[in-house]
């Protein structure tokens, strides 16, 4: 198990590594000029070069890349061009927005799914299980900023039920984790479904149904638990998934999260930014990942770590 | 030494007697007290003077901090603000501001000469890496400390607390409004090295409001400076710029009453649906920008090193149907300043619409099946749709033009190369004037100064006759000459466009949309320098 572990910590961190090294080469290779952009438009020459040798954006690029990696072992994600303050400070300030509509997008996937999943098993291949799986694709497969305009239009605009985007309340909490939530409960409920259809068909449901014990009862207690376990284990890895919505929901709803902090720096090619909210959202999914692994066993004997 | 010019300011003082002079008159009808919410899409980039150069941060900077000069709100017209009045010398080169007694900053301290010394030298500085360095250019010793080399400007003098004194190297006409733009405002030096590089996050300045908070990505607020030196002003409380909202999610908010002004304007696609409500109409004040949106040819790219072909591209163009395309958010121009900029050329009509003699030109000039090139553009709407327009007006007259749209950090690029682009259509990255004078859309681009690589004359036009011709107007330092001075850049942009390194299209209109309790002049919502709205003058109708 230890040794699982380490070998997981120093594959995890070699993959930070690369996708560091791409981000930053992919970076380097633009051809705007951050200095440029930097020095705005009434700068003359000499202020342009001045601001890029203090910058040591005239170096070449593994000197550059070596810079950038020794001061992130010290913690330091460098300062925005645009904003000229700490990246690391812009992102732990909005860190707590974006954990927060996780949050928010995995109870809702969870709800939705695994509900519309067991209603879909137990009355598989009727009426009822058709139409929800149909309405499990269309949540796959809508674009998140369709559906985050289209809530918006209908709950807050027409009905007034919720706020018109912003932060700060419960209530402001529910469009967006709906959006975000709406594409994993399709692949919840489609998961939910099978792995509950499987275990319905298992023997111990039918020694329990042949005990004289209530459906409800059989379901719920003896059945749901079964088919919920390997699902769950899942949500680490919806993490990732989770991620890249979540740029896209934070800009339609204007919340205040790393999204939609990395959506204005691509805009302004503010590239210490993109850099660090890249390689933050990295280690969530790289960390995602490797607590999905560690938790499985534990939820399923079978599997072995190695 | 003759002393020629008095400041408006002290003439009306002699003529009145007055006791106090007012760099700015106040609206006796304006109420006292209220707050506002404006919103913005995007985070506001930094707050220190030395640094912001963006519409969204350049006038809220102007609220928290004071220049020497200003503008009387809702015009171009300057008038002293921090300073009291000054003095220009006969040749044009030295000027000396008697500043404004008892002006605090922020923190309580009172500011004197030396924070003005400090707050140049300091923008000059290669450390503080501002932008608005060359500005600066014209004061004696800049080559020396922007290179880092003096530790601030020798032509900087502090004569006594309340006396500053700037040495010019040649009569530069543009002077007072340098001392009006944002990166000669005054900064506290204590407050600069307390905070060092996270300055811009905890402005300290001498102006009408104060930061009162910020919340990253979220908010900020900001709150009426009691001890301004100017009574009477701000007349807000309290202003709250609220971060993150999409412009059409603003929109929305304003029709239910939650917000004021929308900051970044009325979305494109809505823009119709207002305009054609009565009610909402009537919020919306109307008014120019010192903007222009042109194409650029580059010179150096063959067949445009043929004046005959880029006259033909400007008689090409249907500027009435493009201004069309944006919903008529715009008027067509025919020459490189926009109306409201003094030294435009009123009567000068510019190159009619007119394809069969584009036609006749392009064959004059060995074209006569025409040729293929490309239109860089940027990739944001609606300039890819405007590009379209140009690209069937081109077709028409027998141009291929292929369009190339980037992102606007590419096609900048692609314009600072010497032979990187053929034409580029300006929109969304237009000039912008820094400052409402006619030498400001000249050196930067279209003069030989900013035909360098990296430089943003993107026609690479460089017309040396007019350079000298355009220094020649700018040591015309006399107030009383300016009309002179205005007629001498008309007819060097007239010149230009015998040349037509560009084709003017059009200069875009500014739509300001605020909520019913607004008040104050519509000048205000719609002023040259402040935008969207000019915050310290602006006042809300429902409070007592």
Redesign the interface.
């Known amino acids: 198990m230890i040794a699982y572990l380490g070998r997981r910590i120093v594959q995890s961190v070699l993959i930070l590594l690369g996708i560091s090294i791409i981000t930053f080469a992919l970076l380097y290779l633009l051809p705007a000029d951050p200095v440029r952009q930097i020095a705005g438009r009434s700068a003359t020459p000499a202020t342009v070069e001045s601001i890029r040798r203090q910058l040591g954006l005239d170096q070449p690029f593994l000197v550059q890349y070596g810079r950038y990696l020794a001061n992130l072992l010290h913690g330091d994600l460098g300062r925005s061009y645009i904003q000229r303050s700490e990246v690391s400070q812009l992102i732990i300030s909005r860190l707590p927005a974006t954990l927060l509509l996780m949050v928010g997008a995995i109870v809702c996937e969870l709800l939705i799914g695994l509900t519309m999943g067991l209603v879909a098993a137990v009355r598989r291949g009727s009426r009822t299980d058709n139409s929800l799986m149909v309405a499990s694709f269309v949540g796959v497969s809508a674009p998140q900023f369709v559906v985050g305009l289209l809530l918006l239009y209908v709950f807050a605009v027409r009905l007034s039920w919720f706020p018109i985007g912003g932060y700060g309340t419960f209530r402001h909490l529910v469009l967006p984790s709906l959006t975000v939530g709406i594409m994993g409960a399709g692949w919840y409920a489609r998961m939910m479904r099978s792995s509950m259809v499987d275990v319905l068909h298992q023997d111990y449901i039918r020694t329990a149904r042949a005990k004289g014990l209530g459906r409800l009862k059989v379901l719920l207690g003896h059945a749901l638990p079964n088919a919920i376990l390997p699902i769950v284990a899942m949500v680490g890895i919806d993490i990732g998934i989770l991620m890249g919505g979540i740029v896209v929901v934070e800009s339609v709803f204007g919340w205040p999260g790393i999204g939609q902090l990395v959506w204005q720096a691509i805009q302004r090619v503010d590239i210490p930014i993109i850099m660090g909210v890249t390689l933050v959202s990295a280690l969530a999914i790289v960390l995602g990942n490797l607590l999905a692994d560690l938790i499985a066993p534990f939820i399923d004997p079978r599997i072995k770590l190695r | 030494m003759k002393k020629y010019l008095v400041s408006t300011v002290a003439a009306a003082a002699l003529l009145f007697g007055a006791a106090t002079a007012m760099a700015q008159d106040v609206d006796p009808n304006a109420k006292q007290g209220g707050e506002i919410v404006i919103t913005y899409k ?2 506001v ?2 707050l ?1 003077p030395a ?1 912001g ?1 963006d519409w969204q941060n350049w006038s809220m900077i102007k609220s928290l901090f004071d220049g020497l000069m200003d503008y009387k709100p809702g015009t171009t017209e300057l008038v002293p603000d921090l300073a009291e009045s000054y003095e220009i010398s006969p040749d044009g080169t030295t000027f000396t501001f008697k500043l404004r007694k008892g002006v605090k900053f922020h923190n309580g301290r009172e500011m004197t000469a030396e924070d003005v010394k400090y707050s140049i030298d300091r923008v000059v500085n ?2 503080t ?7 600066f ?1 014209s004061i004696k010793g800049y080559e020396e400390a ?3 080399k003096a530790d601030g400007l020798s032509g900087i003098t502090v004569v006594d607390p309340l006396t500053i004194k700037f040495e010019l190297t040649r009569p530069d006409a543009t002077f007072l409004h340098v001392m009006a733009i944002n990166f000669s405002h005054v900064v506290p030096k204590e407050e600069v090295e307390k905070w060092g ?2 300055f ?2 905890h402005p300290v300045g001498t102006g009408a409001f104060k930061l009162g908070e910020w ?4 908010r900020l607020v900001f709150e009426r400076n009691a001890d301004y030196w100017h009574k009477g002003l701000p007349h807000l409380d309290k202003i709250t710029f ?5 412009p059409i ?1 603003a929109l ?2 304003l029709q ?1 009453g ?1 917000i004021d002004v929308p900051g970044d304007g009325i979305p494109p696609a809505k823009f119709q649906e207002v305009m054609n409500d009565p009610e909402q109409k009537a919020r919306v004040v109307e008014g120019g920008q010192l903007h222009t949106g042109y194409v650029t040819m580059n010179v150096n790219i063959p067949p445009f090193d043929n004046v005959k072909v880029r006259q033909a591209v400007n008689m090409a163009i249907n500027k009435d149907r493009i201004v069309q395309l944006i919903n008529n958010r715009a008027v067509p121009a025919n020459q490189p300043l926009p109306p409201s900029m003094p030294g435009y050329a009123k009567d000068y009509k510019g190159y009619p619409y007119d394809p069969a003699k584009a036609k006749e030109l392009l064959a004059e000039a060995g074209h006569a099946d025409g040729f293929t090139t490309d239109l860089y553009v940027m990739n944001t709407d609606p300039n890819p749709r405007i590009a379209q327009g140009i690209q069937q007006d081109l077709a028409a007259i027998g141009i291929k033009a292929n369009i190339q749209a980037l ?1 606007q ?2 096609v ?3 314009g ?1 190369e010497k032979e990187g682009a053929p034409m580029i259509w300006s929109g969304g990255m237009a ?1 912008i004037a ?1 400052f409402p004078d006619p030498s400001n859309f000249y050196g ?1 681009i279209l003069g030989c100064g900013g035909a ?5 004359n993107w026609s690479w036009y460089c017309n040396e006759d007019l350079d000298k011709k355009a220094a020649e107007a700018d040591s015309i330092v006399d107030p009383a000459k300016q009309e002179e001075r205005n007629k001498m850049w008309s007819d060097i942009y007239v010149k230009i466009m015998e040349d037509a390194p560009w084709a003017p299209v059009f200069n875009e209109q500014r739509f300001t949309l605020k909520s019913a309790r607004m008040g104050g002049d519509d000048s205000l919502y719609v002023d040259p320098v402040h935008i969207p709205i000019n915050y310290d003058n602006v006042y809300v109708k429902d409070v007592q």
């Open positions: 995007d985070d980039a930094t220190d640094i150069y290669p450390t890496q501002s932008p608005g360095q060359g500005f250019a922007a290179a880092g590089a996270d811009g996050k919340t990253l990505g979220q609220e971060i993150g909202q999409e999610v929305l908010r239910k939650e992102a950090a590419n900048i690029a692609a600072g000039w820094d930067p360098v690589p990296g430089g943003w």
